[in-house]
């Protein structure tokens, strides 16, 4: 009888403890607006992990007010970021953003930028991205609200980066 009743309180234990400390490591994100289409699109559902190691291009949940968004991380601490005739520029050398090609096409097919012209210094008082400060950008960049409205984000306000696509399960992909 004292085998069954710690068998029943290890699974109980258990039931509790590790979705708790799952929820340390990992969230999941329901797609709000249509800032990252065609990445990520309204009502798509994402698995993000707690991290704050991010890379660029990284996608990346944070806290903006009393929501959350999801933006792509193109410019890092220490950098100069420049965007000139939809090239973007990091500390003078180009960087090909292959997520927007299409999208870049179409643009200049119908004589507009697809991302305008901006430097850091056109946002903030200096060239750098400061220590600490990360640039966001929505991939649909015509339609997003990112950082050439609000500003650099601070990485305490990252959640962390989106690892996967789970919903729709059409639509499921690993990034």
Do not use: C, W
């Not at 009888?1 to 490591?25: E, H, K, N, Y």
């Not at 992990?49 to 890092?76: H, W, Y």
């Amino acid at each position: 009888m004292q085998l069954l009743q710690d068998l029943l309180l290890a699974i109980a234990g258990a039931s509790v403890l590790i979705p708790l400390g799952v929820s340390f490591f990992i969230q999941f994100s329901t797609i709000t607006g249509y800032g990252m289409s065609p990445t990520l699109r309204n009502d798509d559902v994402v698995i993000v992990n707690k991290t704050k190691e991010l890379k660029r291009f990284d996608l990346v949940l944070f806290k903006k007010g009393n929501t959350t968004q999801i933006r792509r991380v193109i410019g890092l601490p220490g950098e100069i970021i420049e965007y000139r005739e939809d090239h973007l520029y990091v500390d003078g050398q180009k960087i090909d953003e292959k997520f927007i090609v299409d999208e870049v096409n179409e643009s200049q097919r119908n004589g507009m930028n697809f991302t305008e012209d901006f430097t850091i210094a056109d946002m903030i008082s200096q060239q750098m991205i400061p220590k600490g400060k990360y640039l966001l950008l929505g991939d649909n960049r015509s339609y997003a609200t990112d950082s050439r409205h609000y500003g650099l984000v601070d990485v305490q306000m990252i959640v962390g980066v989106v690892k996967m696509k789970v919903l729709p399960l059409e639509d499921f992909q690993v990034y």
